[in-house]
């Protein structure tokens, strides 16, 4: 089944403006080229910048490095060969999830990427790129702690992140102690600290959460066909061009299971 929502608005407005010129990788062979239209091209709000609304932070997505206020993550590391593809520098802008959901983005930023689940509601407010993550639910346990699916699990405290997928598929299976969190960070912390016994969240968050913690797996996984897409606004096709041209390119290159590699780690 197919779960119409992934990340909804959380409590904190967006407070801070941080810019950021990531250095491009790669190759520059094959790179997408930005596809002409009426106004010879995609229009960027600032001429020679492509500016991106991410809400920050979203651990592994996007996410300041420790000690520094340099972002770095899956989305970030794609935005920067959206960039690089469109011959602009990245500025990036820590939005609210509120913001862009709703579409709103659209007067801050050129493009929204933001672990953004594409769902009908979203799609009659921008467009969406090609998929580039399917990221469905799991469920994480302690090893030993006699969590082995949903059953195991109807009595115990489970953590999800509030507003999620992850919480409202808990609640539609029938757990009955579901602990809501604002965010992963905090969800996890729960975890390690013995305050619930269970996670339930998207695969990749709860993947890179637990991926050094040796005492902690994923003990079910559930598909919801979740995927998650780049927004653009309505009536920006040239910059939607752009922006699936470079998925195109990381998907032909095999850079993006590279990407994928780095921040999920093997799949």
């Known amino acids: 089944m ?3 929502k992934k990340r909804f608005a959380t409590t904190l407005a967006a407070t801070s403006v941080a810019l950021l010129a990531l250095t491009a990788c790669g190759s520059d062979s094959g790179s997408a ?17 492509l500016t991106v609304c991410s809400d920050i932070p979203y651990v592994p997505f996007e996410f300041k490095e420790k000690d520094s206020d340099k972002i770095v993550g899956f989305d970030m590391d794609i935005a ?9 520098e990245l500025n990036v802008i820590d939005a609210s999830f509120d913001s862009i959901e709703s579409g709103l983005f659209k007067s801050q930023c050129d493009i929204a990427i933001s672990s953004l689940s594409i769902t009908e509601a979203r799609a009659k407010k921008m467009n969406f790129s090609t998929p580039y993550l399917d990221d469905d639910l799991v469920l994480v346990a302690k090893n030993g702690s006699g969590i082995t699916d949903l059953e195991t699990s109807k009595d115990k405290k489970v953590g999800v992140q509030q507003a999620t997928t992850g919480e409202k598929y808990a609640k ?15 969800q996890t912390q729960a975890l390690l600290a013995g305050q619930v016994s ?13 991926k050094d913690h040796k005492d902690f797996a994923v003990v079910a996984e559930f598909k919801t066909g979740e995927q998650l897409g780049i927004g653009v606004p309505l009536e920006k096709d040239a910059t939607l061009t752009l922006v699936d041209g470079t998925l195109k390119r990381l998907a032909d290159s095999g850079e993006m299971d590279k990407l994928k590699a780095k921040w999920f780690g093997e799949q």
């Open 172 to 186: 539609e299976q029938g757990l009955t102690q579901v602990v809501g969190y604002e965010d992963a960070g905090l």
């Open 2 to 4: 197919r779960l119409t």
């Open 80 to 88: 920067a060969e959206i960039a690089k593809d469109a011959k602009a």
């Open 198 to 210: 269970g996670l339930l969240g998207n695969q990749s968050v709860m993947r890179y959460s637990i």
């Open 33 to 49: 080229e930005p596809s002409a239209d009426a106004a010879g091209g995609p229009s960027f709000l600032t001429a020679g910048k």
